[in-house]
């Protein structure tokens, strides 16, 4: 009963923070600051579906960029294949993208998730890689590395639109994949990350938990390449490049393994340090275009000393009170047992 | 007579498994003590956190009346105690003189008069010496190991249930050239195989469930059949 | 006859180099079950140090030297700092050492510039030389020629020598090595250096080869060294000799005679190697379940 309450207060707090955020383009019209908030949803989605993988099964993929670039790609050409840019085009698009992402995301995940950690992550580097490749070279289709230009339908065009869209977007999408990691399912996942071989000896069969899992991710992160694509109307190979994957990655770890809000948070941190960093600091000194620098000391301090990253280290220092506040109170309880004995 | 090795109250896990619960005894110079008990009593994971490859929790490890508890377990080996594996621990692609040479801290004269002791206990050894240790019949790579882990002045030998897997036949040679080791170096043995544990054995403590629950001297045990039923599951 | 033996020299040259490159990776990972993503890294950071002592001395070789101090550095560095806090946790391991081949790679930008170097190799090693019928690019048989003499000189350490026993004895059970006395770290850490070395020397030896040197370099070729290992047999020294020589001439031909599937055709290697044959082409021993 208790937990039940907990999640619905969280609901609650998420829901008010997402109105609270709905109200920002109509009171604050900075354009390049809508469209950094656009690109924290969009990446906060990225992110999101990076945690899905890494959080709640312990997969290390180094290809996530490949679903992003699938999904951006797929938009993209459709749009500019098509003779008009209508609302329906891009619905089109976005359902193929999609489709090819599940698609590609279940051969890679019946291939590749029985292999070995490192192997794992070697081999999804390597698909990436392919893509990267093959963007490159099917040079009609995708425009090589110069790019696609293309237009999108009116709609898309106005800032607050395309700002509520990804808000809304990443607010569904949170709560569903809430859903899905808080579900029985979810559960059988954590434990799958916790201790393979004992939930293997428990009689589940990891391997579909595992497909399901991966296939959810490669949809939800080829959505957020739709939504980049849209929102950039402009797209090249860089797309399916590591870097991409790495920032999930980062956004992942600096906000919150196995978290859900801390991706999200970690891809607000880092979209605006990056931007914050390269755009005013960088006049203040050079150093600061390297952000990489900073950013990848600070992740490779969070993998030692912090591994839960911002929300887990947070959540566990509640918790720890919450512990020590029940010990407590169990021993007053106790205490008082005893005297009334 | 003071212990060479005295293991006082160790606890010991294993990931969360709480594997040795208070494992206490000690070992006389020059005797063999063996550890008996069923399988999963933690006779190994007794020698492993001895040899320092598993940690102890709490309790301690004193060798020559020095704390060896936390050390690493290449420092462990230094101090002079030899460790033959369950496995046998031979290096499957190198020879058998390359498995001798890899355990030779020093080619001193006292080694090399060991080795001599050794081949000479061990002729096969010195038969199949350029043939790659994966390659041993069981028997060979036990004796192997044995010959390995006595090269360095080693005074104390953990030898991990000898006979496990070997033709009765090959047991007989192995005890043997156990009972001509037990001349030159103190033995702990782990030993499922009773009739050779009594055969060699001085003294001897029964683990069960993690904890030494019995001791006493091998002759004793030969005569107590309630013990061993209910222990060892010899009738 | 001409054009498959001009491939062939080339696809061998490009073998060396990755061969260099892998070497370390292959002895880390064999020994201490440590997959380095940051590998690369060293590879570009032997390039550029390299290059920096090359163009200070006015000596090429001095340049090689001072790739190889570079790399035993930084190798050091990288086992002391990023290796050793997380030894023993795979994903935390992939997480940390590929964190720090962008460090690496960024910090080569800062140190040394971030634009594309041109390269030139020694006047003794440019240029080209007639056999016969035949002409041979002078640096691509110098490729060879350090590869293979890398190659002898370090199986000699593995077989002849004790260090070179130790490693081998601990590739194969690392806890059997310390229970019979020895300090595996010091082992891990020198063979984690030499390996280092070796990628830093590639790094070097590359970008004479090719001409430019940018700081991707490290990103882009690391790939090449996983994919070589895990052809080769994880582990597997001789292995990662032979995988490197079919990397690179599977490279070169297919330049020449499939350009479109150069890029992916060791991939698709690397790919079809994993699944069906994880433990590699060239070993006979299966991988370790652990």
């Not at chain 2, 090269?151 to 897997?165: H, M, R, T, V």
């Not at chain 3, 020449?256 to 290697?269: E, F, H, K, R, T």
Request: proline share 2%.
């Amino acid at each position: 009963m208790k937990q039940l309450n907990k999640m619905q207060l969280s609901t609650w707090v998420y829901l008010l923070i997402s109105v609270l955020l709905a109200v920002v383009p109509f009171v604050y019209d900075n354009l390049s600051m809508l469209f950094l908030i656009v690109q924290i949803f969009i990446f906060g989605i990225f992110a999101m579906s990076y945690d899905l993988l890494l959080g709640y099964t312990g997969i290390v993929s180094f290809g996530h960029a490949m679903f992003f670039g699938v999904g951006a790609y797929g938009v993209s050409i459709v749009l500019e294949r098509s003779e008009e840019p209508t609302m329906a085009v891009v619905i089109l698009g976005t359902i193929i993208a999609l489709g090819i992402a599940a698609v590609i995301s279940f051969i890679a995940g019946i291939l590749t998730l029985r292999l070995k950690s490192h192997f794992y992550a070697m081999l999804t580097l390597a698909l990436a890689g392919l893509f990267l490749a093959a963007a490159e070279k099917m040079r009609d289709l995708t425009g090589g590395s110069d790019g696609l230009l293309f237009t999108v339908p009116e709609f898309f065009k106005d800032r607050t639109n395309l700002y509520l869209l990804c808000l809304s977007s990443l607010v569904v999408i949170f709560f569903l994949l809430r859903r899905v990691t808080n579900s029985p399912l979810g559960r059988v996942l954590v434990a799958i990350r916790e201790n393979e071989q004992r939930t293997m000896s428990l009689g589940y069969k990891i391997f579909p938990y595992k497909l399901i899992i991966s296939v959810i991710s490669g949809v939800v992160a080829a959505f957020a390449g739709v939504l980049y694509a849209i929102s950039i109307r402009f797209i090249d190979t860089t797309v399916f490049a590591v870097d991409v994957t790495l920032d999930a990655l980062l956004m992942t770890i600096i906000g919150g393994v196995g978290t859900l809000i801390g991706p999200v948070i970690g891809a607000g941190l880092i979209e605006y340090a990056h931007h914050f960093l390269s755009s005013e600091l960088a006049d203040v000194h050079w150093i600061f275009e390297r952000w990489v620098i900073l950013f990848g000391t600070v992740y490779i301090l969070a993998v030692i000393f912090f591994p839960k990253g911002i929300v887990g280290s947070i959540q566990g220092f509640v918790n720890k009170r919450k512990i020590k506040k029940q010990e407590q109170f169990d021993k007053k309880q106790s205490e008082k047992d005893e005297l009334a004995g | 007579m003071t212990a060479l090795l005295k293991v006082d109250q160790v606890d010991t896990f294993i990931d969360q498994f709480h594997i040795l619960q208070n494992v206490s005894f000690d070992v006389q110079p020059g005797e063999v003590t063996v550890l008996l008990g069923r399988n999963g009593a933690g006779k190994t994971t007794t020698l492993r956190t001895i040899m320092g490859l598993n940690s102890a929790k709490s309790g301690s490890v004193m060798y020559k009346g020095e704390e060896i508890t936390k050390l690493p377990a290449y420092q462990i080996a230094r101090k002079g105690i030899g460790y033959v594996p369950e496995d046998q621990g031979i290096f499957g692609d190198l020879t058998v003189g390359e498995n001798m040479r890899v355990a030779m801290q020093k080619e001193d004269d006292a080694t090399k008069e060991r080795m001599e002791w050794v081949l000479n206990l061990f002729p096969d050894l010195k038969t199949f010496w350029n043939k790659a240790g994966g390659q041993l019949s069981g028997g060979q790579k036990q004796m192997l190991s044995i010959a390995r882990a006595y090269l360095n002045e080693n005074e104390l030998l953990l030898i991990d249930e000898p006979s496990k897997g070997l033709a009765p036949i090959i047991v007989e040679k192995v005890m043997d050239s156990i009972q001509q080791m037990k001349e030159k170096t103190t033995i702990v043995l782990v030993e499922q195989n009773f009739y050779m544990a009594s055969q060699i054995g001085d003294t001897f403590y029964i683990l069960d469930d993690g904890t030494t629950v019995h001791s006493g001297s091998m002759d004793e045990l030969k005569t107590n059949e309630e013990l061993k039923k209910k222990y060892l599951g010899i009738a | 006859m001409d054009i498959i033996f001009t491939l062939t020299l080339n696809g061998l040259a490009i073998g060396m180099l990755f061969f260099l490159l892998a070497a370390g990776l292959t002895l880390v990972f064999g020994l201490m079950d440590v997959l380095n993503f940051a590998h690369g890294g060293l590879f570009v950071w032997g390039a550029y140090t390299g290059l920096w002592v090359y163009s200070l001395s006015s000596n090429f070789w001095i340049g090689v030297l001072g790739a190889i101090v570079a790399g035993l550095l930084i190798g050091a560095i990288t086992e002391l700092f990023i290796i050793k806090p997380v030894y023993g946790n795979h994903v935390q391991q992939i997480l940390i050492t590929l964190g720090f081949l962008l460090v690496l790679s960024e910090l080569i930008k800062v140190v040394f510039g971030a634009d594309i170097k041109a390269v030139q190799p020694p006047s003794y090693l440019d240029g080209n030389f007639a056999l016969g019928d035949l002409t041979i690019i002078k640096y691509r048989l110098f490729l060879i020629v350090m590869g293979l003499f890398v190659f002898i000189l370090t199986t000699y350490i593995l077989k002849k020598t004790r260090i070179g026993l130790i490693v081998r004895a601990g590739v194969i059970n690392k806890e059997m090595v310390q229970a019979l006395g020895i300090n595996i770290r010091l082992v891990f850490m020198a063979v984690f250096m030499v390996g280092s070395a070796m990628a830093a020397l590639g790094g070097f030896l590359f970008v004479n080869y090719s001409g430019t040197a940018f700081p991707e370099l490290g990103i882009e070729y690391g790939i090449f060294a996983f994919i070589v290992v895990v052809i080769g047999g994880m582990g597997s020294f001789s292995g990662s000799l032979l995988a490197a020589i079919l990397v690179g001439l599977a490279q070169v031909y297919f330049q020449y005679y499939l350009p479109s599937l150069a890029i992916a055709v060791n991939m698709i290697l690397m790919t079809a190697v994993l699944l069906l044959r994880p433990q590699g082409l060239f070993t006979t021993r299966g991988v370790s379940t652990k």
